[in-house]
């Protein structure tokens, strides 16, 4: 079971940039997905969730209307497209499954999002 | 939103000695549905407790959680080299997902 996530870079305030989380090793389409957001040196902050058949997806009140979070069961892979990209994005995005239970159990690596001009 | 603070900010223990952390909700936690994490630096977070009591996939029986409603507790009751890392409860039960602060469990 692994998560890999990429599309991480270096973006201007204001920009644009879509993550992607790669599953394998797993049934996919059987799990709501998480991304989960870490500010360099502070804590987690959960950012978004997409139910199994993407029909159900929920936001941080902080993303609202600027990040959207979106599945590809076929290719099965998770995406975060973020817009009007600001500094306090800056962080390490993590993509996560969502056991039955909706703890989340199995965590990617990681991929780096720096907003600065 | 449900506000998780976790308490101390950093314990400083030494190898064998017993960790206990708190994790208080603002308001009750719907079902318990209460998890902790550990990280450490560099590394995604590992999941360790969920439902507020249940150990994950391959964590040893030295680490527990306990508690209901708002006040949980993890606990390691004999440190281990490779317990000091930072950990994090969350609340699972309620849109948005909330995290605590951390704790730092750091090596005296």
């Known amino acids: 079971e692994q998560l890999v996530e990429s599309g991480g870079g270096l973006v201007k305030p204001g920009g644009s940039l879509r993550l992607s989380c790669a599953a394998s090793?797993?049934?996919?389409?059987?799990?709501?997905m998480t991304w989960v957001r870490q500010a360099p040196g502070k804590g987690l902050e959960w950012v978004a969730n997409?139910?199994?058949?993407?029909?159900?997806?929920y936001y941080v009140d902080s993303v609202k209307g600027r990040f959207t979070i979106s599945r590809d069961n076929a290719k099965n892979s998770l995406y975060l497209q973020m817009n009007s990209l600001r500094v306090e994005d800056t962080a390490v995005y993590y993509c996560?499954?969502?056991?039955?239970?909706?703890?989340?159990?199995?965590w990617g690596q990681g991929t780096t999002v720096t907003v600065s001009s | 939103e449900t506000v998780l603070t976790q308490s101390p900010g950093t314990l400083s223990l030494s190898p064998g000695e017993r960790a206990t952390l708190s994790c208080r909700a603002s308001q009750s936690v719907t079902s318990n549905y209460l998890a902790w994490y550990q990280q450490k630096p560099g590394q995604a977070p590992r999941l360790l407790i969920y439902?507020?009591?249940t150990r994950a996939t391959g964590i040893p029986d030295r680490v527990s959680g306990s508690g209901s409603g708002t006040d949980f507790t993890l606990t390691i009751s004999r440190l281990e080299p490779e317990d000091f890392a930072v950990y994090y409860c969350q609340q699972y039960g309620t849109t948005p997902r909330t995290f605590g602060q951390g704790t730092t469990v750091e090596n005296k």
């Open positions: 997409v139910k199994q058949d993407g029909t159900d997806k």
């Open positions: 090793g797993f049934s996919f389409s059987s799990y709501w």
């Open positions: 439902g507020a009591s």
């Open positions: 996560a499954r969502e056991a039955r239970l909706r703890y989340s159990d199995v």
